[in-house]
């Protein structure tokens, strides 16, 4: 079975910098990709992108394209996905997923709060 | 871009009655949709695959149907376990991902 464990909850001012992160275990974590979906206060969910631990192939949706970036370290089986320079706007929870081609969002992890606030 | 929408966006439903979902896809995206259960502090749950399958250990009062672009979740039964937000998402597309915008079912 696969686990996905994320970091702790973070609480930021608006220009600072912050690298969160997903770690698999499980069975052949560099296998499959892992997605990262944000889930603003009171709203539904959106997958911002994916990334293959195994050769960090990465792909944005262009709504967050150069806004965050994804990274892995296949040796840890870890996933990050890290801002340069936060925004209110990012006040989210933050949820790494296992993705494999043709289907469905099986695995979670437990979600990351992120809070943005002066 | 597929566009997921789904209908109502809240339903209020008695304990023990049916509750009837709707999503429905901007374009055909086949049998490539999932229905996701999320509770409030929770990361959401899958419960139905394929447009009809069963994730492991979901009860069988939760059943989904469709193909194309017309999709229906039905809660035979509501438990008071299963008011909830439940999200329709499709993965035929790659990346996958486009979701609905929920259906919250709460208590009447």
């Known amino acids: 079975e696969v686990q996905l464990v994320q970091s702790g909850a973070e609480v930021k001012k608006p220009g600072e910098s912050l690298k969160i992160s997903c770690k698999g275990s499980?069975?052949?974590?560099?296998?499959?990709?892992i997605g990262w979906v944000r889930q603003m206060p009171g709203k539904g969910l959106e997958l911002m992108g994916i990334?293959?631990?195994?050769?960090?192939?990465?792909r944005y949706r262009p709504s967050f394209q150069g806004q965050v970036t994804m990274s892995a370290d296949k040796s840890t089986t870890t996933a990050y996905l890290q801002w340069r320079s936060l925004k209110a706007s990012d006040t989210a929870i933050y949820y790494c997923v296992k993705l494999v081609r043709g289907a469905p969002f099986d695995y979670w992890g437990q979600g990351t709060l992120v809070t943005v606030s002066s | 871009e597929i566009v997921m929408t789904q209908s109502p966006a809240t339903l209020s439903v008695s304990p023990g009655e049916r509750a009837t979902l709707s999503c429905r896809a901007s374009?055909?995206?086949?049998?490539?949709l999932a229905w996701y259960q999320q509770k409030p502090g929770q990361a959401p749950r899958l419960l139905i695959y394929d447009a009809s399958t069963r994730a492991t250990g979901i009860p069988a009062r939760f059943s989904g149907s469709g193909s194309g672009t017309e999709f229906t979740l039905t809660i035979s039964s509501l438990q008071s376990e299963d008011f909830a937000v439940y999200y329709c998402?499709?993965?035929?597309?790659?990346?996958?991902?486009?979701f609905g915008q929920g259906t919250k079912v709460e208590i009447k």
């Open positions: 499980g069975n052949s974590f560099n296998g499959y990709w």
């Open positions: 998402q499709q993965y035929f597309t790659w990346p996958p991902g486009t």
């Open positions: 374009q055909s995206i086949s049998s490539t």
């Open positions: 990334i293959y631990p195994g050769d960090s192939d990465t």
